[in-house]
C-alpha cells in the first residue's frame, strides 16, 4: 500500500523558518507530480507548491519568493521537501504532502500524506 510520510511541521514566531519533508517509499519511475498542500482552519485546501514530472515548479502568489519545493531521490524512495521561510501568521495551516503515482494496475493514482501542523504565531 503506498504512504507518504511527512515530518518536520512544527510551531514558530512570525519571520522564522521551517522545512518539511515527505518521504514515498515506491520506485521513482512511477511517482509522477508531487507538491504540497495546506488547509486552515475553516478553509478549503489549497495548493501551496507542486514539482512537476519535468522538474518545473509551481508556487501559490501567496508564497513565492519565501518557499522552496525540491524533489530528490534513492533507488526506491522519493523524497520531496518545503523549505517555508519568512513565515507568516496565515501560513498558519496543515500541510499535505500529495503525489500521484502509477499503480501496477496502470492507473494513476493521488495518494495524500497524514498532514503536519504549521503553526506561526508570536
Known amino acids: 500500500q503506498v504512504k507518504l510520510v511527512e515530518s518536520g511541521g512544527g510551531s514558530v514566531q512570525p519571520g522564522g523558518s521551517l522545512r518539511l519533508s515527505c518521504a514515498v517509499s515506491?520506485?521513482?519511475?512511477?511517482?509522477?507530480?508531487m507538491g504540497w498542500y495546506r488547509q486552515a482552519p475553516g478553509k478549503e485546501r489549497e495548493l501551496v507548491a507542486v514539482?512537476?514530472?519535468?522538474?518545473?515548479?509551481?508556487?501559490a502568489n501567496s508564497v513565492k519568493g519565501r518557499f522552496t519545493i525540491s524533489r530528490e531521490s534513492d533507488k526506491n524512495t522519493v523524497y520531496l521537501h518545503l523549505q517555508m521561510g519568512i513565515l507568516k501568521p496565515e501560513d498558519t495551516a496543515v500541510y499535505y504532502c500529495?503525489?500521484?503515482?502509477?499503480?501496477?494496475?496502470?492507473?494513476?493514482?493521488?495518494?495524500w500524506g497524514q498532514g503536519t501542523q504549521v503553526t506561526v504565531s508570536s
Open positions: 514539482v512537476l514530472e519535468d522538474g518545473r515548479t509551481v508556487y
Open positions: 500529495n503525489a500521484e503515482i502509477l499503480t501496477k494496475g496502470l492507473q494513476i493514482l493521488d495518494y
Open positions: 515506491e520506485p521513482i519511475d512511477t511517482v509522477n507530480t
